[in-house]
């Protein structure tokens, strides 16, 4: 036994199995000395066996390496990195410490786990968290491959945990918040008529990075970028993750749906001098962080998190762009969207790039080509990129999108004309000529922030539960409770919030750009008003399936957008819309409550506008009435054999509210009332069809 390893070699990083055995690589630059654990499947406790790595035979440059002769996938296994123990100078290394390799493909240990113990200098190996080798090859994928950034995107962020955890989901207790379970789940996706999920993080994550005790539900809290979260797994068995995962991404795109993976590049949950030493810092502090120059036992804060992974750092910059590689060729997802995505345009210092190494790596990757990108342009140290972020390809959240649409849904004044250019795709933010403008991602909710049943609901936050004295999440919500705060029996303010929700949903559903719908918008899932659900794993959080009943009517109106949405050209523009007609070109005409005569003054609360295709036969005529009385609206003339039909009026009842294109009821008459707060489409169609 003490003579079957040899040097092994510096590359691939990780643990990877080839012909008789794992080859294990690792980079740290300062350690001295570092040593390989093995463990058996059934005594996480202790190693099995301690393998001590010679610098003068494991060791060429900075990457220490060993391979370990009759060794194959499933086994669990770990790094102790001995070296200098300075904090206040940037050095972590503590040879007692058990640590995770950062390449590892899957993560056992999970029910020992124990935050609090890493946190502390010595001996953590009962409940430090541990790697599983992994081999990808004998997966079956039956033919499967990564749909790509191809054809039209409706983005449905989803949170794998919440979306069928709650009992009512109807599923057994072990399916319940897994991949497993959402895959039982996607029949309902189909019926809602999206294209691609966007997941919350499902890298493994440490859930007891939350305050005053609670869990960390929403999962950005990253520990091991190349491993699926083990507790979105049904299956106990240390390879059981992996393989549920890719059943899950294999099912979906047998229904045609894209699979986004939520990244969170920009911190680890190891944030600041005062967390836990789990992995990069006890391996290579500051190769992975970035410190403060002057300061080096402080870290440099610009996720909020307590730390910024030090994302051009050359080693973190390929650990990136394998992860990615990874999870594309090997995990067949279509796409990420980077959380704090400009936490990477900062250098090695913190400073600001004008041309980052990192996000230009992912951009010009040939193995990344055919996947979606989307970046959440802005971090928590004031860097604010929407509309100026790099590159050719990447999409951006657009913020400024969701602040305007709820400025005008609530009637604030002086936003008629900001609202314009939103439902253009937002030309005078995203200037770059010829600009794809579905690269702006357009949406009123997310994950962060209200629902949007809350925002209807709510003009304050009520955070209480989160143990933070209401301190954490926004506090400027751009929301509006109809007249009360919270639930009510109130049949008028309980009208006019539904009104406000179907408002919202159609301006989303009629603007040019990518659509993004949070999990539950369509049944009205509520959170109590607590906007900053990341520590509720429970009730408050999970889709409650009780809803399709109970909301059938919002559902139906949301699925009738959806394919509306999907069935005109008009949505579909790469090029934005312009008001100067061309014989064969899409365009736009804009009105008031006159035609032709827009109201774009600060007072203003209402907006009308035409959308035509010629050579497709589209003309549609939409009125957003955000004025508190009923206003009266003149339609553009037609043909002799055409006729104005209605598809939307947001006032009127299920299943009024929305009607087929193909059974809309013909609207003979030159003008439109569209009531209080209220949203209306028309489609010009033939008379008699």
């Not at 890493?118 to 001996?123: E, K, Q, R, S």
Request: aromatic share 12%; net charge negative; with cysteine.
């Amino acid at each position: 036994m003490m003579n079957d390893f040899l040097p092994g070699r510096s590359y691939p990083l990780g643990a990877t199995v080839v012909e008789g055995g794992v080859n294990f690589a690792l980079f740290s630059q300062h350690a001295a000395a570092i040593e390989l654990l093995l463990f058996a499947d059934n005594d996480l406790t202790r190693p099995t066996r301690i393998i001590p790595l010679d610098p003068l035979k494991n060791k060429t440059f900075y990457y220490w390496h060993v391979f370990v002769s009759g060794l194959r996938a499933g086994q669990i296994y770990a790094y102790r990195a001995h070296g200098r123990y300075a904090p206040e100078q940037g050095y972590w290394y503590d040879g007692k410490k058990v640590l995770l390799d950062p390449y590892a493909r899957a993560v056992v240990g999970r029910e020992q786990y124990d935050r609090a113990a890493a946190a502390v200098p010595g001996d953590n190996c009962t409940t430090a968290l541990k790697g599983v080798v992994v081999d990808t090859r004998p997966y079956d994928w039956h033919g499967d491959k990564p749909l790509g950034n191809g054809g039209e995107a409706i983005i449905y962020e989803m949170h794998v945990g919440g979306f069928t955890r709650h009992p009512s989901s109807g599923l057994p207790p072990e399916q319940r918040g897994t991949y497993a379970g959402l895959i039982e789940k996607i029949p309902y996706l189909q019926s809602l008529g999206i294209t691609t999920v966007e997941l919350l993080p499902i890298h493994e994550f440490d859930e007891q990075d939350a305050y005053g005790g609670l869990t960390n539900y929403w999962g950005y809290s990253p520990i091991a970028f190349f491993a699926p979260h083990s507790g979105y797994s049904s299956r106990r068995d240390p390879l059981g993750p992996v393989d549920e995962f890719r059943d899950m991404v294999k099912a979906l795109h047998q229904a045609g749906i894209r699979v986004i993976l939520d990244v969170v590049f920009n911190h680890t949950a190891e944030v600041d001098e005062k967390g836990p030493t789990l992995s990069f810092r006890g391996l290579e502090n500051e190769g992975y962080y970035i410190l403060d120059p002057n300061k080096r036992g402080r870290y440099l804060n610009y996720s909020g998190c307590g730390n910024t992974l030090n994302a051009n750092h050359s080693i973190v910059r390929r650990l990136i762009s394998q992860c990615l590689q990874y999870w594309v060729t090997e995990m067949h997802v279509d796409g990420f969207r980077f959380d704090l995505a400009s936490t990477m345009a900062r250098g090695e210092f913190g400073e600001p790039l004008a041309s980052p190494p990192i996000l230009w790596s992912i951009e010009s990757d040939p193995i990344l080509a055919g996947s979606d990108i989307i970046a959440e342009a802005w971090d928590a140290g004031g860097l604010y990129q929407v509309g100026s972020f790099i590159g050719d390809r990447f999409r951006e959240w657009n913020g400024q999108y969701r602040d305007d649409v709820r400025r005008f849904v609530k009637s604030d004044p002086g936003i008629v004309n900001r609202l314009k250019m939103r439902l253009l795709g937002s030309p005078d933010i995203y200037r770059q000529p010829d600009r794809h403008t579905k690269r702006s991602v357009q949406f009123v909710t997310c994950h962060d922030g209200f629902t949007l049943n809350d925002l209807v609901s709510y003009n304050e936050k009520h955070n209480q539960d989160n143990r933070e004295g209401n301190r954490d999440g926004h506090n400027d919500n751009l929301s509006w409770n109809c007249g009360i705060e919270g639930e009510t029996d109130d049949p008028a303010v309980a009208a006019l919030r539904l009104r406000q929700i179907k408002n919202f949903l159609t301006i989303l559903f009629v603007s040019q750009g990518t659509p993004m719908l949070l999990m539950g918008d369509e049944v009205r899932r509520s959170q109590q008003g607590n906007n900053n659900a990341y520590c509720q794993d429970n009730e408050l959080s999970w889709f409650d399936w009780r809803l399709l009943e109970r909301e059938a009517g919002l559902l139906r109106f949301v699925r009738g957008l959806i394919d509306f949405h999907k069935r005109y050209e008009i949505f579909h523009q790469v090029q934005y819309l312009l008001q100067q007609r061309e014989w064969d070109e899409p365009y736009v005409e804009w009105h008031g409550i006159h035609l032709y005569r827009p109201d774009w003054g600060d007072d203003s609360r209402s907006l009308a506008f035409t959308l035509r295709h010629t050579l497709r036969g589209e003309m549609i005529h939409i009125l957003l009435n955000a004025y508190w009385q009923p206003l009266q609206f003149e339609l553009p003339p037609l043909s002799p054999q055409e006729q104005w039909h209605r598809v939307v009026d947001s006032f009127l009842p299920s299943p009024d509210d929305y009607v087929t294109p193909d059974a809309a009821a013909p609207h003979p008459a030159f003008t439109y009332t569209a009531q209080p707060r209220s949203s209306v489409v028309l489609i010009a169609r033939p008379i008699g069809l």
